[in-house]
C-alpha cells in the first residue's frame, strides 16, 4: 500500500509541476532594439534580477537569491530562444527538465522569457505589463531563487533575448554560492565576522539578526560563520552567543558546549 501510495504522489507532484511551468507564456510584444551590443551582459542580468527584488520589496514579499548554477541554465534558454522563441524547447520538455533536483531540491519552477530590448527598465515594463501571468511569476510570494540570462544575437530581427528561471526550494535550504543580485562577495575572516571586515563587533550582531528575522541573505560563506554555537543551524541562540562574544562572556568561537556550561 505504501508503494503505490508513493507512486500516486509521484505522479501527482508531476503534474502539478508541469501545470506551474506551462502557465507561464511568453511575451507576446516586444519593444524596440537600439544599440546596446557592448553592454556587460552578466551585470545587466544580475541588475535585472536587483529590480526585480526591489519590485517585491515594494510589494512585501522577501528577496530572490541569485544563484550561478540557475543563470547558466537561463543563459541556455536564452540562447534557445534566439532561434525557438517558446517555453518548449527543442525536444518538447520545458524548464523543468533542466534542472537537477540533486542541486536544486525545487518543489516550484517558473520561466519568464523576454526579446526586443538591452533596456532594463522597458524589458522589466513589458513583462509588468504583459496580459499574459509574467509578473506573476516573478513576484510570486514562494519563489526562493533566481537565475537571469540575456543573450546579444546580432543576426536576428530582435536582437535581445532574455530568461528568467525562478525556484521554490524548501524553507532553511540553500543553494550553492547564492548571493544577493549586485552585491559584492563578502568574505567573512572567521566564525561571527559577518560583514568580512576583520573584527567581530555590534555590526556584526545586527546582520545577524537580520538574517534570522529573513530581512536579508547571507552568502555560503557568511552562513558557515553565522552559525556561532556550530550546531548546523542558524537561530536566536547563535545571536545570544555572539552578543555574549561581544561583551567578553565568551573568548572565542564557536562557542562550545563547555564554554556554555561555564556560564550556567
Not at 74 to 80: G, H, K, T
Not at 96 to 103: F, G, P
Not at 121 to 145: C, G, Q, R, V
Not at 216 to 233: C, H, K, R, S, W
Request: glycine share 6%; hydrophobic share 40%; proline share 4%.
Amino acid at each position: 500500500m505504501s508503494n503505490k501510495f508513493n507512486k500516486l504522489f509521484s505522479l501527482v507532484t508531476a503534474f502539478v509541476m508541469s501545470f506551474l511551468c506551462l502557465v507561464t507564456i511568453p511575451v507576446q510584444y516586444t519593444v524596440n532594439s537600439v544599440g546596446g551590443a557592448e553592454m556587460d551582459t552578466a551585470t545587466a542580468a544580475e541588475t535585472m534580477a536587483a529590480r526585480f527584488n526591489e519590485e517585491r520589496e515594494a510589494m512585501g514579499r522577501k528577496p530572490l537569491k541569485i544563484v550561478p548554477y540557475l543563470n547558466v541554465l537561463a543563459e541556455l534558454r536564452a540562447n534557445e530562444i534566439v532561434d525557438l522563441y517558446s517555453h518548449v524547447r527543442y525536444d518538447g520538455t520545458e524548464v523543468d527538465s533542466l534542472i537537477d533536483t540533486d542541486i536544486v531540491n525545487f518543489f516550484w519552477c517558473g520561466e519568464t522569457l523576454g526579446r526586443g530590448t538591452y533596456n532594463i527598465e522597458s524589458m522589466l515594463n513589458a513583462w509588468k505589463n504583459s496580459p499574459d501571468n509574467h509578473w506573476d511569476i516573478i513576484t510570486k510570494a514562494e519563489a526562493t531563487h533566481i537565475g537571469v540570462s540575456v543573450v546579444y544575437a546580432p543576426e536576428t530581427k530582435k536582437k535581445w533575448h532574455w530568461a528568467v528561471i525562478l525556484v521554490a526550494i524548501p524553507e532553511g535550504q540553500t543553494l550553492p554560492d547564492q548571493k544577493n543580485p549586485l552585491e559584492d562577495e563578502i568574505v567573512p575572516a572567521y566564525c561571527g565576522d559577518l560583514n568580512g571586515d576583520g573584527q567581530i563587533d555590534s555590526f556584526d550582531l545586527v546582520l545577524l539578526n537580520k538574517y534570522i528575522n529573513d530581512d536579508i541573505f547571507f552568502n555560503t560563506a557568511q552562513i558557515e560563520a553565522a552559525d556561532v554555537l556550530d550546531d548546523g543551524a542558524i537561530t536566536k541562540a547563535d545571536s545570544a552567543a555572539l552578543k555574549n562574544y561581544i561583551l567578553g562572556k565568551y573568548h572565542k568561537l564557536p562557542v562550545t558546549i563547555d564554554m556554555l556550561m561555564s556560564q550556567q
